[in-house]
């Protein structure tokens, strides 16, 4: 299966500031999705990023807050802007995945997550 | 709009013992994919399962098996033979974007239910 390098794994920011978590796929993959995990919550969908177009968002999630890059077709990176403390949550990216089981054969594969924590 | 809910916040259970999780969702949709993600403390979402709408047979693997009742909506997860390395968050999420049973239009997002916390003991 794929392997996701997430990066940072952990930070610590203060208000106003923006973090920018990169997600590197060892892998080509035409879609990489970018979710939000806050304390205690389920995973939501921020946006669908594919290569050489604009970043598709879901409802509650505007391009000037998270602004996504997706240069090639290993690498994304979400940016978190003029953070809150409301923003602190775990992001994830994750990308669609070939599992070589009995029953399946597809799946999703996750990065090991960014815990932002803002201040 | 598609919803998945998982009704048990906690569940505990003692080592080697079975326990099934719960998952009900709601669509309009007649293909779809299911699936179980477990995530441990380490944070890292794992795959667990995955069933396909269209497919009558229940998917197992290994000590990890499904009920899917169409009809009903409901994917509840079984864990046989429980170890402690099963202790995790489990999520079930469900995908759509399926002109067809088996025909994918790409990789789509999933929706998540709220998570069961499962805590097997020693």
């Known amino acids: 299966s794929a392997v996701i390098s997430q990066k940072p794994s952990r930070d610590i920011c203060q208000r106003g500031t923006s973090l920018t978590i990169q997600c590197q796929v060892d892998?080509?993959?035409?879609?990489m999705f970018w979710y939000r995990q806050q304390p205690g919550q389920s995973l939501t969908l921020i946006a669908t990023?594919?290569?050489?177009?604009?970043?598709?968002?879901e409802s509650g999630f505007v391009i000037d807050k998270f602004p996504i890059s997706r240069p090639n077709l290993t690498f994304s990176t979400l940016t978190v802007s003029n953070m809150s403390p409301e923003d602190s949550s775990i992001y994830l990216c994750s990308v669609e995945d070939v599992f070589f089981w009995e029953s399946s054969n597809y799946g999703y594969t996750f990065g090991s997550g960014t815990r932002l924590t803002v201040v | 709009a598609q919803t998945v809910t998982q009704s048990q916040p906690e569940m505990s259970v003692q080592e080697a013992e079975t326990v099934t999780l719960s998952c009900t969702y709601d669509t309009s949709e007649n293909n779809y994919y299911l699936f179980w993600y477990k995530q441990p403390p380490s944070r890292q979402m794992i795959l667990v399962i995955r069933?396909?709408?269209?497919?009558?047979q229940n998917a197992t693997e290994n000590r990890f098996s499904v009920n899917f009742q169409k009809a009903a909506k409901s994917f509840s997860l079984k864990i046989s033979d429980s170890q402690l390395g099963d202790t995790a968050m489990y999520f079930c999420a469900f995908e759509t974007g399926f002109s067809e049973p088996s025909i994918r239009q790409g990789a789509q997002k999933l929706v998540f239910g709220q998570g069961t916390r499962l805590t097997i003991n020693p």
């Open positions: 069933q396909e709408a269209y497919k009558q």
């Open positions: 990023a594919n290569q050489g177009s604009e970043a598709t968002y």
């Open positions: 892998s080509q993959v035409t879609m």
